[in-house]
């Protein structure tokens, strides 16, 4: 048996088109290569999408792909991610699991007060595959509370098992602050445990878990990601007679240069002067060039001609150009250290200095995850083509239904709400 493990593509993120687009590239080459490697299906981890409902032209890439593989006979098995998780039901991967395009393997069935999952059985290969999807924060938790985790280790078939979680004792050091649960959440003695939600690779193996894989991202999903991890990839996984072979494939659609750029004590145009003899022999072609200034700047920020140093860049064949400033100093300003939040963790801290101000009687999950919730249906932006009233009626419905779920609706008038 081999099969492709894939996790946090996060088809349709970045706002620049051409790190858009190489996410696309990086999935459809990820499928090209699975489909040279004549694997038996494709596992994906969560955030198969960057967001639940993304645009037309990421769906329709992302279907084409699917459609191929499923003209392959190759099956696609799935659980959702924090990013393409909806509260309401309303992703993108229902349509495309409808449309037979993919296999969602979380559903799951209340018995005596436990969750039971169904797995889903890989027709070819006899594989059980099961999976928790990933549900922000306390959610997520509840789920994992009362997974009847004794009937899914009561055999032992061959079983594969998908998260999208951190795991408290194998969290990279610098992901030390993101919440994270222990291992001992996950059921006992699958052969395969293939997470998600980590976008560093790692391989792991811990007491009673064997073959714990995080692929990391296929392709990076922010600044940070492009410097340190420069690319991404997956696994193609083999398991014969009980010995299991893992091999990561890197993908590269367009290499990561990383350019230094000290500005110390430096004149805007001998800035310039620097770059031009620095780059004068190198070879740009194809690449994400970051330019990474550093040092102290005299005067502000628009002292130096970024137009003028991207077209320097570019003219060495650059396919684009990002500007990392985080490490200049201004002299009006002290230098602040270490200034990396994630939108997600700013949100979180505002919220949570701000969550004694309201009080939610009845709520079944913390203050901090409701708001993050309500804020994300309510953030929704409105589609290309999309008719004003149909957006705006969607984003009521889709309040509506995340409150009635969480039972915040109990004795008020529904029809009164909007
Ligand atoms: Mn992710």
Redesign the pocket.
């Known amino acids: 048996m081999k099969f492709s493990h894939m996790?946090?593509l996060?088809l349709g993120g970045w706002r620049e088109d051409t790190l858009r687009e190489i996410g696309i590239k990086s999935f459809e080459k990820a499928v090209d290569i699975s489909i040279n490697e004549n694997v038996d299906f494709i596992l994906i981890s969560?955030?198969l999408f960057d967001s639940s409902n993304p645009t037309i032209e990421v769906m329709a890439s992302a279907a084409k792909k699917l459609y191929q593989l499923k003209e392959n006979n190759i099956g696609v098995y799935v659980i959702e991610?924090?990013?393409d998780f909806s509260p309401t039901g309303r992703t993108i991967l229902k349509v495309f699991q409808e449309a037979g395009l993919l296999k969602k393997v979380t559903s799951a069935d209340e018995v005596d007060g436990k969750l039971r999952l169904r797995g889903v059985k890989d027709p070819k290969t006899g594989t059980l595959i099961y999976g928790v999807s990933?549900i922000r924060g306390s959610l997520e938790k509840a789920t994992y509370d009362v997974l009847d985790r004794s009937f899914l280790e009561q055999n032992d078939d061959k079983k594969i098992f998908m998260f999208?979680s951190a795991i408290q004792e194998l969290k990279p050091s610098s992901l030390a602050h993101i919440e994270a649960m222990p291992i001992s959440y996950l059921p006992k003695g699958f052969f395969y445990y293939a997470g998600?939600?980590i976008?560093e690779k790692g391989e792991f193996e811990l007491d009673n878990y064997k073959n714990v894989v995080f692929p990391g991202?296929l392709f990076a999903?922010n600044i940070d990601e492009l410097l340190i991890f420069k690319g991404g990839g997956f696994y193609i996984v083999e398991f014969d007679n009980g010995v299991i072979s893992k091999k990561y494939v890197p993908v590269k659609i367009a290499p990561v240069i990383v350019l230094e750029i000290n500005v110390d004590g430096l004149t805007s145009f001998s800035i310039e002067e620097n770059i031009k003899n620095d780059i004068s022999k190198k070879d740009f072609t194809n690449s994400i060039v970051i330019t990474k200034f550093k040092g102290k700047l005299e005067g502000n920020i628009s002292s130096l001609n970024f137009k003028k140093i991207n077209e320097l860049i570019e003219n060495k064949g650059a396919r684009l150009v990002k500007r990392d400033t985080r490490g200049l100093v201004f002299k009006e300003f002290k230098e602040i250290k270490n200034v990396s939040f994630t939108k997600d963790k700013l949100e979180e801290d505002i919220i949570s200095r701000h969550k004694d101000q309201v009080s939610l009687k009845g709520c079944p999950t913390e203050t901090i995850y409701f708001v993050k919730n309500l804020m994300e249906i309510l953030s929704k932006e409105k589609k290309e083509g999309e008719k004003k009233d149909d957006y705006n009626n969607n984003i009521i419905r889709d309040s509506i239904e995340y409150l009635r779920k969480l039972k915040l609706l109990d004795g008020l008038d529904e029809n009164n709400l909007s």
Do not use: P, Q, R
């Open positions: 996790a946090d996060h969560g955030d991610g924090s990013h990933g999208h998600g939600h976008h991202a999903n």
